[in-house]
Each structure stands twice: as structure tokens, then as C-alpha cells.
């Protein structure tokens, strides 16, 4: 992959104030943003489409909890960072093996995670 190409990130966060406060902080961080998606619908919805780098969800958004959204992702080899305000022991299976940041996290912890996973990634290529 060129270094040059922008990731797309999937938000998926059904708190307005959250979403647009993480939007704007991957945007600056480099990132394209897809969403943000406030319900698992929507967010699978685009994902029938699409395929984003990586994606930021929440483990319940309006429409009930994220499980298929995880689900799908993991099927799809896509990366995922869970940002809650359940701790990660509450974690279902869908979420099981993600970087967990529970909220409210700090400015840039999210970029910051997702960085992490990308050159984890990078190392195995």
C-alpha cells in the first residue's frame, strides 16, 4: 500500500457530541472518515458497499448492540477499535481480540490506537 493513500475509518457512534468530536480528531490525524453511523444498520449498510482500513464502534448504538457489526468485520479481515463506556470484560465474543478504549477517552487515544493497529498490521506484511 502507498504510504500516500488516505485510511477510511468507520465511526460508528450514536452519541452526536462523541462522533463529531472523533470525526474531527482522525480527520486531523490523516484519516478519511466513513459516518459517522449512529445505528448498526446504517453502518452495515455501507459496509455492503465499501470496505473501510479500519473502524471505531461503539458496542450499542441506537438500533441495539454492535455484535453483527463486529461480526461482519472480523469475517472481512477489517480492524476495529471499540470505544465504550462498558469495560471490556463486559465484552461479548464479536469484540473479543479489538483494542478497547473506554470512554471518555483523551484527545487522540483513538488515532493513536489505530496507529498501533496499523503498524501491527505492517509487521506481518
Given at each position: 500500500?502507498?504510504?500516500?493513500?488516505?485510511?477510511?475509518?468507520?465511526?460508528?457512534?450514536?452519541?452526536?457530541?462523541?462522533?463529531?468530536?472523533?470525526?474531527?480528531?482522525?480527520?486531523?490525524?490523516?484519516?478519511?472518515i466513513a459516518?459517522?453511523?449512529?445505528?448498526?444498520?446504517?453502518?452495515?449498510?455501507?459496509?455492503?458497499?465499501?470496505t473501510p482500513?479500519?473502524?471505531?464502534?461503539?458496542?450499542?448504538?441506537?438500533?441495539?448492540?454492535?455484535?453483527?457489526?463486529?461480526?461482519?468485520?472480523?469475517?472481512?479481515?477489517?480492524?476495529?477499535?471499540?470505544?465504550?463506556?462498558?469495560?471490556?470484560?463486559?465484552?461479548?465474543?464479536?469484540?473479543?481480540?479489538?483494542?478497547?478504549?473506554?470512554?471518555p477517552a483523551?484527545?487522540?487515544?483513538?488515532?493513536?490506537?489505530?496507529?498501533?493497529?496499523?503498524?501491527?498490521?505492517?509487521?506481518?506484511?
Amino acid at each position: 500500500m502507498s504510504a500516500s493513500r488516505q485510511r477510511t475509518i468507520l465511526l460508528a457512534e450514536d452519541n452526536s457530541i462523541i462522533a463529531i468530536t472523533l470525526e474531527d480528531d482522525l480527520a486531523q490525524a490523516g484519516f478519511a472518515i466513513a459516518g459517522p453511523f449512529a445505528s448498526c444498520s446504517s453502518a452495515l449498510r455501507w459496509l455492503d458497499q465499501n470496505t473501510p482500513d479500519a473502524a471505531v464502534l461503539d458496542v450499542s448504538l441506537a438500533d441495539g448492540p454492535c455484535n453483527e457489526l463486529a461480526s461482519t468485520l472480523t469475517q472481512r479481515g477489517i480492524p476495529f477499535v471499540v470505544h465504550s463506556g462498558y469495560g471490556k470484560d463486559s465484552a461479548s465474543a464479536e469484540f473479543v481480540g479489538a483494542q478497547w478504549i473506554v470512554k471518555p477517552a483523551l484527545p487522540g487515544a483513538i488515532a493513536q490506537a489505530l496507529a498501533t493497529t496499523f503498524a501491527a498490521e505492517a509487521s506481518y506484511e
